[in-house]
């Protein structure tokens, strides 16, 4: 139980990287879904969820063909969705959606520093973020894409007017 209840903080803090997620997420069941799992509950570990991976938590939504949580001493260091491609969405509490692929996504809980590689994608209502490598730092919200010898782009749409 106490590591189901790290690994749903962990996959939360994941995909609130992205986007401010819906803040009321955090506080509904998690369910996760595989076609395999290979675990081992030790301190220093890796365990592995294979095919179709599936997590929903509240408006979190997490489509994977692999997860590999990485635990040190004990606790969850490192997580690892692969896929073709991996996928993330989740709706923020203003209701605006944001979705996010890779072909990787690593989530590094010590640094709080995620690392999306191969083909990145990120869209919300306002414009999207293509690269071949993107990192986003969780605890000032900094991107940082490129760096890789590839281009980055990124296309922002201008803010609509109300009508009258």
Do not use: W
Not at 71 to 95: C, N, Y
Request: hydrophobic share 35%; with cysteine.
């Amino acid at each position: 139980m106490r590591h189901a209840l790290k690994f749903s903080l962990l996959i939360c803090a994941l995909a609130a990287g992205l986007a401010s997620a819906k803040s009321s997420d955090r506080e509904q069941p998690m369910d996760i879904d595989a076609d395999n799992m290979d675990a081992l509950l030790s301190d220093d570990s890796v365990s592995t969820l294979t095919g179709n991976v599936r997590i929903r938590q509240g408006s979190l939504e997490v489509d994977a063909d692999k997860a590999d949580i990485h635990r040190k001493a004990g606790e969850i260091d490192r997580i690892v969705l692969t896929g073709g491609p991996a996928r993330l969405a989740q709706v923020s509490d203003t209701g605006e959606p944001m979705t996010a692929t890779a072909r990787e996504i690593v989530y590094t809980m010590s640094s709080e520093i995620m690392v999306l590689t191969g083909n990145v994608v990120v869209e919300q209502p306002r414009g999207n973020l293509r690269g071949e490598t993107v990192k986003y730092d969780i605890n000032t919200g900094r991107l940082d894409g490129g760096g890789d010898g590839k281009r980055v782009s990124m296309r922002i749409l201008p803010k609509t007017t109300p009508k009258n």
